[in-house]
């Protein structure tokens, strides 16, 4: 066991972002450099879908300010019309991003393209992302069964129509598929959200001057973006990833005797809802603002140090505002006292694996209560891990949260597939050992 868990950590940038900046770099008529970026598998499948369709990139030597497990990319781009379709399937590997958000790019530009991935992203919902690109004009059709799964095939002329588009599920990655393809539109595009989702593409495009509004109302969030093309900016900077932080949030509370600080780690308010929850748990977590950088995402320090948690209610809100920190929020309800229920997750079925499965036989296979009825997760709580054996289902979140069960406990956990962290944090088990080796 570790007796005490110390230390710093720098994480790499934020997934989402990252991906958005090669994506708009790509779309610009300039050079860009990209500092920061999340090194994982997943970006790396962006980067190379936008030098498949002719953007120039190439990645650079990191220096010592660059935080770990981040990569450097340059890209050059002659804008949409210097892009073509690319001679081979585009692969985006396990990226459910590459493939939704590449889908709306792809859309704008002329020509056929396929858009392919690993057998998880095979399997997952892609009528999300056909169903508003049909709509907007373009030939979008997938395949399997239902013709609704990757590969998917999207035809277009790149002129494309206008939209107002309602999702059925609150999704990032359709809001940020929509905004692409409507910078190709022949008129003003709309996006509607019943739960406002993570908002960097509003960010990131209406930095690269996108004319682009939001407007809050009692039902929701409306998103107006008017097609043009992006301009370019030379030099684009990822701040830490705060799904990557929410492992460390997590560990540093359950573990008897933590401190840690997390550098650098985006504050979004679309994105730091995990921080608020383990705070109604009891969490003792610290933030540290930094100044505005004119980065356009606020982003701080936190400081995570051993808390007694307690179980709360988490609502199907509470789910798409912290889609991704389930899992490990899932291990906190589970050794916190007293009860805990996270309800409405059904949207965790359709991410790399069934999470909701997956959660559930991994913190059985340790020891720790956990029900599922229907999409509700339900924990006993004041539950404390075993040794034990679990399966990853080649999952990087299920992955790391198993691993800070482990850690957590001082037990000894197994995970079948630990290499999954690198899809989104290919530092990770580093990290771990250096934390859980300060003297
Ligand atoms: C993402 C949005 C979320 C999230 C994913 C990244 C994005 O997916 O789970 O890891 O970058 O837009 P959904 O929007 O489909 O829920």
């Given at each position: 066991?570790?007796?005490?868990?110390?230390?710093?950590?720098?994480?790499?940038g934020d997934k989402s972002m990252s991906h958005r900046a090669l994506l708009y770099a790509a779309l610009?008529?300039?050079?860009?450099?990209?500092?920061?970026a999340g090194d994982g598998h997943d970006v790396r499948s962006t980067a190379s879908l936008i030098a498949a369709l002719g953007a120039s990139v190439s990645r650079e030597q990191t220096t010592s300010i660059d935080a770990p497990g981040t990569a450097r990319w340059r890209v050059r781009s002659g804008g949409r019309r210097s892009l073509r379709p690319a001679t081979a399937p585009l692969d985006c590997g396990n990226s459910g991003?590459?493939?939704r958000l590449g889908a709306g790019l792809v859309a704008g530009i002329p020509g056929t393209h396929t858009l392919t991935g690993d057998a998880s992203l095979q399997r997952r919902p892609m009528a999300r992302v056909l169903e508003p690109l049909g709509a907007m004009g373009a030939r979008a059709v997938g395949s399997g069964d239902e013709g609704a799964r990757a590969p998917l095939t999207i035809t277009t002329d790149g002129s494309l129509r206008s939209v107002t588009w309602t999702p059925s599920t609150p999704s990032a990655q359709v809001k940020g598929c929509v905004l692409l393809a409507a910078l190709a539109a022949n008129g003003e595009s709309s996006?509607?959200?019943a739960v406002a989702t993570r908002d960097h593409s509003e960010r990131m495009l209406s930095a690269r001057g996108a004319l682009i509004r939001t407007t809050r109302g009692l039902d929701g969030t409306t998103v107006t973006i008017a097609p043009g093309p992006l301009s370019a900016l030379p030099h684009v900077t990822i701040p830490g990833d705060p799904s990557s932080a929410a492992f460390w949030l997590v560990a540093g509370s359950l573990h008897p005797n933590a401190d840690l600080l997390v550098r650098d780690v985006s504050l979004n308010p679309t994105r730091r809802h995990s921080i608020d929850l383990l705070r109604r748990m009891g969490a003792r977590i610290d933030e540290f603002p930094h100044p505005d950088t004119g980065s356009g995402e606020p982003v701080g320090d936190l400081r995570v140090r051993s808390a007694a948690l307690h179980g709360i209610e988490m609502s199907a809100t509470d789910v798409a505002m912290a889609i991704d920190e389930v899992p490990i929020l899932s291990l906190a309800a589970a050794m916190a006292s007293g009860a805990s229920s996270i309800r409405g997750a059904g949207e965790l079925r359709a991410k790399e694996s069934d999470r909701i499965a997956g959660i559930a036989a991994g913190l059985a296979a340790l020891g720790l209560s956990i029900t599922v009825v229907g999409d509700d997760l339900h924990f006993a709580g004041s539950g404390r891990p075993a040794s034990g054996a679990t399966a990853a289902l080649a999952?990087?979140?299920?992955?790391m949260t198993f691993a800070i069960a482990g850690l957590v406990a001082g037990v000894?956990?197994?995970?079948?597939?630990?290499?999954?962290?690198?899809?989104?944090?290919?530092?990770?088990?580093?990290?771990?050992?250096?934390?859980?080796?300060?003297?």
């Open positions: 066991m570790s007796d005490r868990l110390r230390g710093e950590l720098r994480l790499p610009a008529d300039g050079e860009t450099l990209v500092t920061g991003t590459s493939m996006y509607r959200e999952d990087h979140r299920l992955a000894e956990v197994t995970v079948d597939d630990p290499g999954a962290a690198a899809v989104s944090y290919p530092t990770f088990y580093e990290d771990l050992a250096r934390i859980g080796a300060a003297a």
